[in-house]
């Protein structure tokens, strides 16, 4: 070949043909390293879901006062670490503490009120049984007196009625004694004018005389057995009214008897008060004792505590404020009690189940990875549960993917640093295969 002037050129072109391969070559590799990491991520995102809609949840527990009372002491300082228990502030106690000894004075005014009711009890039953037994007895014994009087007034009518009739029989002898006397009489003087003109022997008339003696005895015997017949009639009738009065007088006891038993029965409605008198004093006893309780717990409100162990945020209170009940005083924020709540798209949640494992990666701190795993998924989209949720009043609609709320709890361990707090951005991924 014949050479134009150039004595170099045979050597580049052998250069050039050098380097053309080696290009290939690097471009080839480049190309095979680039389709390899392309399915590295395939192979990659296939099982692995993740999302930067993510955020660090806490719990979170308000501190409030449960009294009215003056701030006098403060303990803790906003980012300051807490334990359960430990004094956050405290209220001044005295009007607390004085209406806990006014509750106490209470409840011993009250314990005693139900030992007196309670003694008076067994005391009025003793004695209202006793006067209701007492009573009875004496009715009882009244009316045992009333049938006495009624059965000897009964045997005083039956004398009088015999008494009576004695008399009868007694004028009824006399009027035949009487007759008797008369004929006797009659007799007696007829035989002595026969005597005087002798027709008739003197013993004739002696018999007459003697007649009519013993017609006039019979006579006097009558008219005495009637006086003692009168007498004792009179004897009887004096006894009738006795007897009469006596039954009034032993009727009119059993009435007092029956009254004094009514009121003894009467008496015993006095247990059934005693009783509801103690039943009251122990129900004023039990709100007495109810009444220390809430004082004391008066007491101990006024030194608020830690309800658990985090971190304090957002102190408002104060020495010197005057708090009111309910009055948000700061938050204790826990620290090992945290999780992660991504909001997932649906289409991204087919294959996610609770237990899946997980990788946390905060904003905050780029190098740190944590380890997670899902605990559960909402029951419904984070839209569904907004204030306002969306409605197609106007018939058209565009669709667009919602997001579905998934919470994913550290693993123990993971957290101990105390790096994520609530309102943290974070980047889950979610191993589903």
Do not use: C
Request: no cysteine.
């Amino acid at each position: 070949m014949a050479d134009f002037g150039l004595p170099g050129l045979p050597t580049r072109l052998r250069q050039r043909g050098w380097r053309r391969p080696a290009a290939l070559v690097v471009g080839g590799v480049a190309l095979l390293a680039a389709a390899g990491y392309g399915v590295h991520l395939w192979r990659y995102w296939a099982r692995h879901v993740s999302t930067d809609a993510a955020f660090v949840e806490a719990r979170v527990s308000p501190v409030s006062a449960k009294i009215r009372g003056t701030v006098v002491e403060v303990l803790v300082e906003d980012n300051r670490p807490v334990k359960q228990g430990d004094v956050l502030a405290r209220l001044d106690p005295r009007d607390h503490q004085v209406k806990l000894e006014q509750t106490r004075a209470a409840v011993a005014t009250a314990r005693s009120r139900v030992r007196g009711a309670a003694s008076g009890v067994p005391l009025a039953d003793e004695s209202t049984r006793s006067q209701v037994e007492q009573a009875g007895a004496a009715v009882e014994t009244a009316r045992l007196g009333v049938d006495m009087a009624r059965r000897a007034l009964a045997e005083r009518a039956g004398n009088l009625r015999a008494k009576q009739a004695a008399v009868e029989a007694a004028r009824s002898e006399i009027e035949a004694r009487d007759a008797g006397f008369e004929r006797a009489q009659l007799d007696r003087g007829r035989m002595g004018e026969l005597v005087r003109r002798e027709i008739v022997a003197q013993q004739d008339f002696d018999h007459a005389d003697a007649a009519f003696k013993t017609a006039r005895a019979a006579l006097e015997s009558a008219r005495q057995k009637l006086d003692m017949a009168l007498g004792e009639l009179a004897q009887a009738q004096a006894e009738i009214e006795s007897r009469t009065i006596a039954v009034a007088q032993a009727q009119r006891r059993l009435e007092e008897a029956e009254a004094a038993l009514a009121t003894a029965r009467s008496r015993r409605r006095e247990v059934t008060i005693r009783e509801a008198d103690a039943g009251m004093a122990e129900a004023q006893l039990t709100e007495a004792l109810a009444n220390v309780r809430e004082a004391d717990l008066g007491v101990e409100y006024t030194t608020i505590r830690a309800p658990m162990a985090g971190r304090v945020t957002k102190k408002t209170v104060e020495v010197g404020q005057v708090v009111q009940p309910g009055q948000p005083l700061l938050a204790i924020v826990s620290l090992d009690d945290v999780w992660i709540v991504a909001n997932y798209k649906e289409t991204q949640l087919t294959d996610v189940r609770p237990g899946q494992p997980a990788t946390i990666r905060v904003d905050t701190y780029p190098g740190i990875v944590l380890r997670a795993r899902v605990d559960s998924i909402q029951s419904g989209t984070g839209s569904r549960f907004t204030l306002l949720p969306p409605e197609n009043a106007s018939g058209n609609f565009v669709k667009v993917v919602q997001r579905i709320p998934v919470k994913l709890v550290l693993e123990p361990g993971e957290n101990g640093r105390g790096l994520l707090v609530p309102g943290m951005s974070v980047i889950p991924t979610i191993e589903v295969r």
